[in-house]
């Protein structure tokens, strides 16, 4: 298998570090990112130069574009980018505050938007690439109480999915990546919640203030996800979408019976607002 280059958001923690410490084991070199690096010594101890790290807050533009020019110009060409860092905000809209919505949307949206901007200029010059994107079945079902983070996973997947029939033509293929649970920290320690409003105890929105609860359970393996993960870019061409969990594919699967069945019920009246058939008569 020949060595392939990897750069990778959040690197420090969930599938985002269990991807580079997979990599590195099997000869592959890494780009690892993370807001703090500290959390990334004991791979470079062992690993070396073959892994190359930078401290990155995807909240910060000037920076990813700084950090995205600096690792290809020092490592070359770069196979495949991996958008992995975000977290979850959790709890009904009214309670979230506009530090949280903004911060919300800048790490989980704008941050991914702006890392394939600032990549697909090499990825062109270099001839083609892949860009994966972490997402979650959330990025297609909902689940109440987790209104901002649904916004931040439905606007990057639109984004991506659209990106994946502009950037084809360079050879750039996308894959999103919809996985279940799993226990990789990011409900106790990768997500948010604001302080509760008591108008929503009760209501379902107030379901998500248990999100962080540790003993809540797990369907996948994280180790197995990212290996999936990894298995995708020997695929070719890339696929559009990589579903982990069975938990995940019931959700998605039965979210997206349910809207086609709203937008097909509505067959006749969408047709009824069509302007109106005009006639032509021969003379």
Known sequence: MAQRTW???GSSSGFGRLMTEQLLQQGDRVAATARDTSSL????????????TAQLDVTDTARIREVVAEAFAELGTIDVVVNNAGYGLFGAAEELTDELIEHQLATNLVGPIQVLRAAVPHLR??????????????????????????????GVEGFMEANAKDLAPFGIGITIVEPGSAATGFRTGGSRLPQPLAAYDGTPAAMSRGIQNPA?????????????????????????????????FRIIRDALRERLADVEAQEASAAATDLAATTTSGV
């Open 125 to 154: 010059a270099q001839g083609g690439g892949r860009v994966i994107q972490l997402s979650t079945y959330g990025g297609l079902a909902t689940n109440p109480g987790a209104s901002l983070y649904h916004a931040s996973k439905w």
């Open 216 to 248: 809540l359970p797990s369907v996948s393996d994280p180790a197995k996800v990212a290996a999936a993960i990894i298995a995708t870019v020997d695929q070719t061409p890339a696929p559009l979408r990589l579903v982990t969990g069975s938990d995940s």
């Open 41 to 52: 010594t004991d791979l470079s101890e062992i690993h070396g130069d073959r892994l190359w």
């Open 7 to 9: 750069f990778i958001t």
